[in-house]
Every structure is written in C-alpha cells, then in structure tokens.
C-alpha cells in the first residue's frame, strides 16, 4: 500500500475521525448490541468499537464507498485514506471526488490529522 503511492506528484492524507463509530448499524442489528445499566438497557445505532467484525465491517464499507476509485486515485487502510495524482493539475478533481464520497455517506474527518496536496507525509506509519 506504502509502495503504491510512489511516482505521484500530488498527495494528500485524510485520517477518519470516529472510525467505527460512523457506520450505522442495520437496525435488526441493534437489539444485538444491547446492554444494561441501572438505568435502563440501551443498544447501539452506529457500529461499537468493541464489536468482533467490527473492523473488517469497516474496511468493507470504505471499500464499497471508493470502489470506483480504489487502487486508481484512492488507497484506503481502516480509516486512512490516501488520495494520488500522477499529474498536480489533476489533484484538485480527485480530491473533490472523494470529499463528494464522504459527504455523501456523512463520514468525517479529523482536520488535524490530514495534510492535503503534499509530494510527501506520513502514511500507516511511514513517510512516502
């Protein structure tokens, strides 16, 4: 994944913010999760953190979000994404891609934790 970021002039690294938390569960499913408290039982609408599939649920819907765009313009670990452009000018266009994806499945970002349209940064741990 690391390596297939090289060779781009643009780059930009866009870190989730909530991760799990922003994928609604399917509402069958909720009475799944319920626990008690003395105050009542509650169950969950979006996916816990805690839950077995919860991260393989979560790579699969990023995967369905960007399908069109993965392995192309989009490289997508969890819930970081990395977004390449061959050519600079090009950049702007797939970044608007992406962020037209994200709004419309009312993901959210953590701004402090993205840099966007560098030639270099800090990806799953390694700078590319």
Same mark, same amino acid.
């Given at each position: 994944?690391?390596?297939?970021?090289?060779?781009?002039?643009?780059?930009?690294?866009?870190? !989730?913010?909530?991760?799990?938390? &922003?994928? &609604?569960?399917?509402? @069958?499913?909720?009475?799944?999760?319920?626990? %008690?408290? *003395?105050?009542?039982?509650?169950?969950?609408?979006?996916?816990?953190? !805690?839950?077995?599939?919860?991260?393989?649920?979560? &790579?699969?819907?990023?995967?369905?979000?960007?399908?069109?765009? $993965?392995?192309?313009?989009?490289?997508?670990?969890?819930?970081?994404?990395?977004?390449?452009?061959?050519?600079?000018?090009?950049?702007?266009?797939?970044?608007?891609?992406?962020?037209? @994806? $994200? %709004?419309?499945? &009312?993901?959210?970002?953590? *701004?402090?934790?993205?840099?966007?349209?560098?030639?270099?940064?800090?990806? $799953? !741990?390694?700078?590319?």
């Amino acid at each position: 994944m690391v390596n297939a970021t090289t060779g781009h002039e643009a780059l930009s690294f866009i870190d !989730g913010s909530l991760g799990y938390n &922003q994928i &609604q569960m399917v509402p @069958k499913d909720e009475e799944l999760t319920a626990f %008690r408290t *003395p105050k009542g039982i509650y169950y969950y609408k979006v996916m816990p953190f !805690g839950l077995k599939n919860a991260g393989a649920t979560y &790579q699969h819907a990023m995967k369905k979000f960007f399908d069109d765009m $993965l392995h192309k313009n989009v490289k997508c670990y969890v819930d970081d994404l990395v977004v390449k452009s061959r050519k600079r000018e090009d950049h702007l266009r797939d970044l608007r891609r992406v962020f037209d @994806k $994200l %709004r419309r499945y &009312q993901l959210k970002m953590n *701004p402090l934790k993205c840099a966007f349209s560098v030639i270099s940064g800090k990806f $799953l !741990g390694f700078f590319v």
